[in-house]
């Protein structure tokens, strides 16, 4: 564990809280504490940074605000102490173009997030999206791969049936088919996958962060459960892989919490070695 803590990061969907929930009375009173022992706390996920997000905090019934928040898997940046969200490494409106070509043929959803975040361009509207609409209050346009290609992005997200083997067959096989050193593509929850400018993580947006904030990074702790948390585990002084995450993610933690999101895990962990 690190000697001083002055700030803690963590994924949303499945190590805050499970998808569609709020936190778990554990986590939500260890969040509460740790705000309150001076410790700045924030999120780190694929979504984008606006209102919806950085309002998670009253809508989970935290006593704070966010002081930091990173968003777009890495690729959007904000804290309290600097005005504005910063934008870094987007994906060019070329390969959106081309992403959007070849994945639009299979039975997939296919998301792009405008520069004003809550506009969303879609390819459709399927019961996983009206239900983000329900949750989030989207402004959700159909669009066609030319007017989602219209503007640079922070990433392609493409949503599928994960529950079906033969559809994730066809969809994985499709992506690795069309490797290119022009975008990565990362496994964010079950039945998505994301196309990214490559390089670009939550590792990132962490490390701008500290930078930006004089913060080292062996003060810092980082929350996470799947592929694209890896990066930033690995980057803080002390990262923390949920007993849910995948096995890349439990590769790079110095720990493993004891419990899984649905046991709340993050909560308890924080209990134990953080605020004790």
């Known amino acids: 564990m690190l000697e001083k803590v002055t700030a803690v990061i963590a994924d949303v969907d499945g190590t805050i809280n499970i998808k569609g929930s709020k936190p778990m009375p554990h986590t939500l009173a260890a969040l509460n504490r740790l705000h309150e022992q001076g410790i700045l706390f924030g999120t780190a996920s694929g979504r984008p940074l606006d209102h919806r997000s950085l309002d998670k905090a009253h809508e989970w019934g935290l006593n704070f605000d966010f002081d930091l928040a990173i968003g777009m898997n890495g690729g959007d940046v904000w804290d309290k102490d600097h005005e504005g969200i910063e934008h870094i490494m987007m994906l060019s409106k070329d390969y959106i173009q081309e992403i959007c070509e070849f994945m639009w043929p299979l039975n997939c959803n296919v998301i792009v997030y405008e520069n004003a975040y809550d506009h969303v361009l879609v390819k459709r509207r399927d019961e996983r999206l009206e239900q983000s609409i329900y949750r989030n209050g989207s402004i959700v346009e159909l669009a066609t791969p030319a007017i989602m290609a219209a503007k640079d992005t922070g990433k392609i997200e ?7 083997p033969a559809l994730v067959e066809e969809i994985e096989a499709v992506v690795s088919a069309h490797q290119s050193p022009n975008w990565a593509d990362v496994r964010t929850f ?4 994301e196309f990214m400018t490559p390089g670009l993580d939550k590792g990132v947006g962490l490390r701008r962060y500290a930078e930006r904030n004089n913060i080292p990074l062996d003060q810092i702790i980082a929350v996470g459960d799947m592929d694209n948390d890896v990066a930033m585990i690995a980057a803080a002084g002390w990262g923390v892989a949920m007993a849910n995450g ?8 110095k720990a493993i919490t004891e419990f899984p999101v649905t046991e709340d895990g993050l909560g308890l962990y924080l209990e134990k070695y953080v605020l004790s």
């Open 246 to 253: 995948c096995a890349d993610a439990k590769a790079v933690a």
């Open 190 to 193: 079950k039945g998505t996958v």
């Open 158 to 164: 493409i949503q599928y049936d994960g529950d079906n």
